[in-house]
């Protein structure tokens, strides 16, 4: 079968690879749709340990059961299915109180094992949600990130905050701007720094867009929300800088979302946090239940796709995957692999 190979640092390639063989309790899937993540963008560029070559990447996917492996009831051929990304352990003391995204012996596809960058790829039967026949496999295919944005709004305590504001206009960002849309945000903006990015959030309903080259950020949150500041703020980008804009983008007693992952190190004021009564609180991956949400919201048409995700051949998996990396266009901003194309 054709995969879109990661055999050394800084390189890619289309090669052929021996189809995977299921093992018990799992299913052999082929690959419908796998979307390209920032994080395997990232890792790519800064050598991540966590994705170490010879790998093939891709955990956001969904495909079709073509063979059930020893042991599995529940599934059969033909099923078409979204995917949850992490395979966790199920018997951890995280598992067990139904935090399975943050089992400590989780293992990611594409990370130690082989990913959806391919025709094919072995799924353990627990990872399997079956696709609602009001999704299409573009759409599953999208339910992690997807679920990244319910997982975050999940975290937010005030159930109508009248304003919020999320830094990042990637796929999450954007994601996460149309689940607190449809979940009870009054009103959004958005913060980045390319005005193409913005132009996509704007027509997805942000109501102002703030550009963090070019605008004073706390002037514009201040505007846009009378002076008080935001009810919540989301940080969707995870540098230093927009971690400390979205505590101090927020009036006292109220709360931040951190999803993104780009820095460790982080400067915020204590004081503030104290005397302000501010919470931040840390959101990473899913739970099985945000990916139901996510699945719902998509059936629903709840939440848009265009004109900012795109499908490419797995066949242009090396030009893209280069491109992403190298200088992200402005046409579109996510990509979605399409192996059977
Ligand atoms: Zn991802
Ligand atoms: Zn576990």
Redesign the pocket.
């Known amino acids: 079968m054709k995969a879109l190979f990661y055999p050394a640092w800084d390189r890619l390639e289309m090669r052929d690879v021996p189809v995977p063989t299921p093992r018990a309790a799992e299913v052999l899937l082929k690959v419908l749709a796998a979307g390209i993540c920032g994080s395997e963008l990232h890792g790519f560029k800064i050598h991540a340990p966590r994705r170490t070559p010879p790998l093939i990447l891709g955990h956001e996917f969904s495909g079709e059961v073509l063979v059930v492996g020893p042991g599995v009831t529940g599934y059969r051929a033909g099923d078409l299915v979204a995917v949850n990304s992490t395979i ?5 003391d ?2 067990v109180d139904g935090d ?1 995204h943050v ?4 293992e990611v596809f594409g990370t130690k094992r082989p990913g959806a960058f391919a025709e094919q790829l072995a799924a353990p039967v627990s990872t399997l949600i079956p696709m609602p026949a009001d999704v299409t496999p573009l759409q599953a295919a999208l339910v992690e990130p997807l679920g990244n944005g319910v997982h975050a709004w999940s975290m937010v305590r005030r159930r109508f905050p009248e304003t919020v504001v999320i830094f990042g206009a990637g796929a999450i960002g954007l994601f996460t701007l149309q689940v607190a849309l449809a979940g009870g945000a009054g009103r959004v903006a958005l913060v980045d720094v390319s005005p193409a990015r913005l132009e996509v959030a704007r027509g997805l309903g942000a109501e102002r867009t703030l550009n963090a080259r070019t605008d004073d950020v706390l002037a514009g949150v201040g505007d846009f929300t009378r002076g008080r500041g935001a009810d919540v703020a989301i940080d969707a980008v995870g540098a230093a800088a927009t971690r400390d804009l979205a505590v101090k983008s927020i009036r006292k007693g109220c709360e931040c979302v951190w999803l993104g992952l780009h820095d460790d190190a982080t400067t915020v004021g204590g004081l503030d946090i104290v005397l302000g009564e501010k919470a931040i609180s840390g959101s990473f991956a899913v739970r099985p239940r945000d990916l139901h949400a996510a699945l719902a919201l998509l059936g629903a048409g709840k939440i848009r796709l265009e004109p900012w995700v795109k499908t490419f051949p797995l066949t242009e998996g090396v030009e893209v995957f280069t491109q992403l990396v190298t200088a992200p266009p402005d046409d579109y901003i996510k990509a979605v692999l399409l192996p059977q194309a």
């Not at 089992?103 to 989780?106: E, F, G, K, M, Y």
């Open positions: 966790s352990c199920g018997i951890c995280a598992c399975p089992c400590p012996t989780a």
